[in-house]
């Protein structure tokens, strides 16, 4: 137990390496990751990112000239759900249309293929 601050500096390279399980906690205050360079967070199977916060205010942000968000697997998809909890398939999503002038049925339209 350490009741004070406490900093590992190292002037090269820190490994932390567990056979099981690693976890970092915060009880009250904030946590940050800060790359000097790039940033690889990789996961071999399910990769969650969760604001506890009842999902209420909760963001995601990607700030900067040319931020993106790519899914490159295939069958990958995002998706999202609207004001009433509906969700929606970026790469599955229809949309609706109203009847033509003349009361004509119009089709939906189809998902975007690029
Ligand atoms: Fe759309």
Do not use: C
């Not at 137990?1 to 099981?20: E, F, P, W």
């Not at 990789?42 to 999902?55: A, D, H, P, R």
Request: charged share 10%.
């Amino acid at each position: 137990l350490i009741r004070g601050d406490y900093a590992v500096t190292s002037l090269k390279n820190i490994s932390l390496l567990a056979k099981d399980q690693l976890s970092a906690t915060t009880i009250s205050g904030i946590m940050s990751y800060i790359s000097g360079s790039k940033l690889n967070m990789k996961s071999v199977n399910t990769m969650t990112i969760k604001s506890e916060l009842l999902g209420i205010g909760s963001s995601l942000t990607f700030s900067g000239i040319g931020s993106s968000i790519s899914a490159s697997g295939i069958g990958s998809t995002v998706t999202a759900k609207n004001g009433l909890g509906v969700a929606i398939e970026l790469t599955g999503h229809i949309h609706p249309q109203p009847n033509d002038a003349d009361g004509d049925v119009q089709l939906p339209t189809l998902a975007p293929i690029a």
